[in-house]
């Protein structure tokens, strides 16, 4: 069971390029997060997901993109990097409400 | 609009001690979750707390929730250095939208 599983680690993207992070979980849940946490900050709900094919926006959506064509996979996309997206980003999956929530390790990305 | 604050924001606390982290949420919810993250980590379970009057409790860590109140504390029981870190509180809504918390960076001192 390799749980939430996020790649890249590590990225250092120029301004105006685009990316995407992936993140995989492979414990059959339905609902999944992608969070942003700047440096000594809480973390920001980027968008979410409660089922494939269903996505919905959270408290800091612009810039980003999302989809989730399959349960297991909940990919973001950055489309035109900008140095305010320089963050720590954060996958998360949980099966049902009132379940554990799982976290993958994290995505370091900086944009100069 | 879902809002969730915590404080204190930062608790420096001796070994020993006694103290209480506050979560506050703006609308209604049954579900709360805190965690614990340390520096360059990611963030680790601590408690799910379900139901109105729910205690959960975990060697030094004990969280409870009022949802009259709106309220989650986690009162920390005789501190040692091992729980310094940054505790948050995540609140859910009813469209399933995890907001999390400002955060409390606890530092445990001799």
């Known amino acids: 069971n390799a749980g939430v599983t996020q790649t890249p680690k590590f990225r250092i993207l120029k301004i105006g390029q685009s990316m995407t992070l992936q993140c995989t979980q492979d414990?059959?849940?339905?609902?999944m997060y992608w969070y942003r946490q700047d440096p000594g900050m809480g973390l920001k709900l980027i968008y979410y997901?409660?089922?494939?094919?269903?996505?919905d926006k959270g408290e800091v959506p612009n810039g980003y993109n999302v989809s989730r064509s399959t349960t297991e996979d909940f990919p973001l996309r950055l489309e035109l990097a900008a140095p305010s997206q320089t963050s720590v980003y954060f996958c998360?999956?949980?099966?049902?409400?009132?379940?554990?929530?799982?976290f993958g390790e994290g995505s370091w990305l900086t944009v100069v | 609009e879902l809002k969730v604050e915590q404080n204190p924001l930062f608790l420096s606390m001796q070994e020993g001690k006694n103290y209480t982290i506050y979560c506050n949420y703006s609308?209604?919810?049954?579900?709360l979750y805190w965690y614990r993250q340390d520096p360059g980590k990611s963030l680790e379970s601590l408690f799910v707390?379900?139901?109105?009057?729910a205690v959960k409790q975990e060697g030094r860590l004990m969280a409870s929730l009022d949802t009259k109140a709106r309220l989650s504390t986690l009162h920390i029981t005789a501190a040692v250095h091992d729980l310094s870190a940054t505790y948050f509180c995540?609140?859910?809504?009813?469209?399933?939208?995890?907001?999390f918390g400002t955060g409390t960076r606890l530092q445990v001192f001799p």
């Open positions: 997901s409660v089922g494939a094919g269903i996505t």
């Open positions: 995540a609140v859910a809504d009813n469209t399933d939208k995890l907001i």
């Open positions: 707390l379900l139901s109105n009057g």
């Open positions: 609308t209604t919810s049954d579900r």
């Open positions: 414990m059959n849940h339905n609902y």
């Open positions: 998360a999956s949980l099966y049902s409400s009132g379940n554990t929530i799982y």
